[in-house]
T-cell receptor
Framework: EADIYQTPRYLVIGTGKKITLECSQT?????MYWYQQDPGMELHLIHY???????EKGDLSSESTVSRIRTEHFPLTLESARPSHTSQYLC??????????FGSGTRLTVV | GESVGLHLPTLSVQEGDNSIINCAYS??????FIWYKQESGKGPQFIID?????DKRQGQRVTVLLNKTVKHLSLQIAATQPGDSAVYFC????????????FGKGTTLSVSS
């Protein structure tokens, strides 16, 4: 079944650690996105990609980085996690301007 | 900056009532609008969309209305059920190329039986 997967679902990590949040989709979508969402709040775009080797920063400033080496994979990396990075991170993909499919998210807590 | 916003952070209704969730947007260049439903612990799920050349679009138990004059979107849910309890977001896509979904603040819908 075509879908989008995020791992891990939950992550508690110490300050200063490097972490990578995984996102994979099996729909062959060219466009992929990372959004950050605090509890009960709106989603803010932090990174997006329109294809392999293409990445752009979103509207919300983020200390994270992304890569797009394969169409189906769009990992997000934090080189040195801080408590201010505590949030939910949602990955999405789309084949065109609309029709976004979202993953279930990674809930990150930095202690 | 320009953003999409919802009028009320919470809405409580009784099962069987009709629900109306509102959203105001400020980017007149947006040409596509989407309503999403987000349940606890899940990502947003598509409910219904509407293009800027339309005023109304109906789905199963849901209707989206677009008023471009006052830049207002609404989502109407008929015969609201407990399973409709969730956070609802409107989102817009500006017409210019290379832009992604812009989300508004959510409305938490609580349905009591």
């Amino acid at each position: 079944e075509a879908d989008i997967y995020q791992t891990p679902r939950y992550l508690v990590i110490g300050t200063g650690k490097k972490i990578t949040l995984e996102c994979s989709q099996t729909m062959g979508h060219d466009k992929m996105y990372w959004y950050q969402q605090d509890p009960g709040m709106e989603l803010h775009l932090i990174h997006y990609s329109y294809g392999v080797n293409s990445t752009e920063k979103g509207d919300l400033s983020s200390e994270s980085t992304v890569s797009r080496i394969r169409t189906e994979h769009f990992p997000l990396t934090l080189e040195s996690a801080r408590p201010s990075h505590t949030s939910q991170y949602l990955c999405a993909s789309s084949a065109h301007r609309s029709g976004y499919t979202f993953g279930s998210g990674t809930r990150l807590t930095v202690v | 900056g320009e953003s999409v916003g919802l009028h009320l952070p919470t809405l409580s209704v009784q099962e069987g009532d009709n629900s109306i969730i509102n959203c105001a947007y400020s980017n007149s260049a947006s040409d596509y609008f989407i309503w999403y439903k987000q349940e606890s612990g899940k990502g947003p799920q598509f409910i219904i969309d509407i293009r800027s050349n339309m005023d109304k679009r109906q789905g199963q138990r849901v209707t989206v209305l677009l008023n471009k004059t006052v830049k207002h979107l609404s989502l109407q849910i008929a015969a609201t059920q407990p399973g409709d309890s969730a956070v609802y977001f409107c989102a817009e896509i500006p017409a210019q190329a290379g832009t992604a979904l812009i989300f508004g603040k959510g409305t938490t819908l609580s349905v009591s039986s």
